[in-house]
């Protein structure tokens, strides 16, 4: 029993995530000193109620990362969701209708993306800049760049409600990464994404049929920028068409920052989210602290750069130390 | 000439080289003299191209010494082997197939003038009088891309020479070449020994070996077996030096009662192959042979739906299999183990167990749920029964050996509940000689359960030795059908060579 656990804790000890949940331990703990709002129910709440908008992408824009893609059109249909979620609730006033019109929106928006990368063989970053680009300016000119105001008690309630003590935004999040995690664990699709990602000329030769995995990948991504788009517009009762503006950059680096590569095939959900809420974390902390809005991109990134550049340097040690210990063994 | 007072240009002493898993080099020295012909021979997995990246800077002995000229010398990449004299001719390819055969011969060292402008009438006729001493008939201008690959090596062999080098290392040079052109590189050959370059010959074919060489060092399983010049040997000796074993015990094929034809193919045709028409039955093992370029890598895509099919059928088990679509093709029974396990085989991502079950995962599951239980016990009793050696089932699958890396992937599709053929390419590329003999008695197995097998080989031993019937290929298209009993290497090559 007592080795079973030990051996238990030794894998965890060489987990990837481990040194992600220090860090982000280590921040939390900086911040509670430095600033006594940090360490509050309300802050916490706040704190991973805007996280949970990047987590709720962030699980779609793993699984395209882990099968070797990338999705940049995140942000616009993020904005093209909320506002189409508003005009449709300020013309029919059925919220029920809305959330599916914004939720088929983006499985058509994952479709297309998917359409030019797989069938077109066009490389993921730049259809999806393309189609990024494309996105916003639908946006604009169907909004002609005014948002969209809603008073609907069932739509604002989503964004800003409450189930129990918990933000709705947050526990729908929790659900979405137990029900991902669980994929990524359990099930074919989730051991096609890995295979995938990993090999694809392999996985072409293992029957996978690769195309497929890639696209319903992007649907995923697609309609779950969509849910995330379609709260946020319900939390400021509005579809606003400039909303989402490098939303993209947040959530793949949020990704990375967990320790997927961008290679695809290598990435865990528990560090992608934990990835998030360092991220969210430190957003938070730096407006507790005052500082001034315009240095938190710079730290963002520097934060991003030197977090990826420590871990490769680690990865690299770990190689080595496996190459020497194996070629004693022989 | 006095061969005892002529010093080596080159020598190799007690050399060793561990990679994880192999020993792949033990205790082994070599020397070349200059003007000789020093031909290097053993097995696949002796050895013979560990030594020669040694030689040419691409490893680094584990220790042991490295002589040039009786000095010690070090050498720690290509660069240095290279500034010291050393030039390598590679078995593959190395060539920029979008550029012109000069450029590829002064690759890296385009004569130029002010201001690094490529003298271009300078690189045309330099290129011309390599291409003159080869007797290659080819314009300096053309793109190699267009070339045949017998031709691309000859251009291989016009680089190195234009290095003007002391020591030429040939890996196995005649692999792609047509009697006409042997010639012609051996004539090559002997002028280079009189200008005193010193060649290290590489080659499993005898003929060459006693037609051009002067001594012969032998490898085995890692192990340096002898050297002796050519007089003191003869063939029986030369090949009781490398096998070391009798044949038998390395070839377990045994005969089987074949049943009914599994699989016809009907006209088969793609960018790369033509008209391909043939049969497996079940229990049978056929074999593909044919020269480097002769399509039987191409044909096992085709095969199953990797490369467009222009026009043909495949039958299998009474029922056409759809065109274009590898994952259709497994659901139909098919399964194929890739030449290139590293880039088409492995996922280096994901651990031994995740490796053996992926193309199977189906299998294991109920209401969308892997029965992680289940998939353990089955990837277990293949882990046994295929004597596959790793320290877990969570273990990495790139930490293993390539031998035991080829065994997950073949039982990957053993198992495979309704398999019917599978198509193996190269099955014991890159894999040391113990398991070797594994994989082949892993396939007498297989094809004794009543599984057939289509296999294409470069291997003529191995093709003749494990295969029921054997087809030979050229240039895309299948050239003639053999039994078992009337193959013989010669045969092989003839029908490979002259179609």
Known sequence: MFKKVKSKLGIYMQNEQLPLLLLLIVLCALLTFFTPVFFTFDNMMNILRAASLVAITGVGMLIVILVGEIDLSVGSTYALSGVTGAAVLSITNNFFLALVAVLLLGILIGALNAFFVVKGKVNSLIATMGSMAIIRGVTMVTTQARSIQVTLDSFVEFGTGYWGPFPKPLVIAIVLIVLVGYILKHTSFGRYIYAVGGNSNAAKLAGIAVGRIKFIAYMIVGVLASLSGFISAARMNSGQPTAGNGFEMEVISAVIFGG??????????????????????????????????????????????????????RKEGLTKKLLKAKSQQA | MNESVLKPVLELRNIHKR????????????????????????ENGAGKSTLIKIMSGAYLADSGEYLIDGKPVNI????????????????????????SVAENIFYGCLPVGRFDKVKWDKLYSETQKYLDELGLDVSPKM??????????????????????????????PTSALSPKEISNLFEVVKKLKQKGTGILYVSHKLDEIFEIADRVTVL?????????????????????????RKLSDMYPKTTVETGDKVMEVEGLTTDYVKDISFYVKKGEIVGFSGLMGSGRTELARALFGIDERLKGRIILDGREVPANSPNKAVAYGIGMVPENRKEEGIFANMCVKKNVTISTIKQFIKFGHIKGRDEEEKVNEMVKSLRIKTPSLNQLIANLSGGNQQKVIVSRWLLKEDIKVLIIDEPTRGIDVGAKAEIYSILDKLAHDGLAIIMMSSEMPEILSMCDRIYVMKDGRITSELDRSEASQERLLYFAIEG
Do not use: C, W
């Open chain 2, 76 to 99: 720690k990449s290509p660069n240095d082997a290279l500034s010291n004299g050393i030039s390598v001719i590679y078995q593959e390819l190395n060539l920029a197939n979008n550029l």
């Open chain 1, 260 to 313: 997927a590569s961008l290679n695809g095939g290598r990435g865990t959900l528990l560090g992608a989210m934990t990835g998030v809420l360092i991220l969210s974390v430190l957003q938070n902390g730096l407006v507790l602290m005052q500082i001034d809005p315009f240095y938190h991109n710079i730290v963002r990134g520097a934060v991003i750069i030197f977090a990826v550049f420590i871990d490769e340097r």
């Open chain 2, 143 to 172: 793109n190699v891309g267009y070339l045949s690959v017998a031709k691309q090596q000859m251009v291989e062999i016009a680089k190195s020479l234009s290095k003007e080098p002391r020591v030429i290392i040939m890996d196995e």
């Open chain 2, 19 to 42: 990679f994880p898993g192999v020993y792949a080099l033990n205790n082994v020295s070599l020397d070349i003299r200059p003007g000789e012909v020093h031909a290097l021979m053993g």
């Open chain 2, 220 to 244: 085995r399983d890692g192990e340096y077996i002898g050297t002796e010049p050519i007089e003191n040997l003869n063939k029986e000796k030369l090949i009781s030096m490398m096998v070391g």
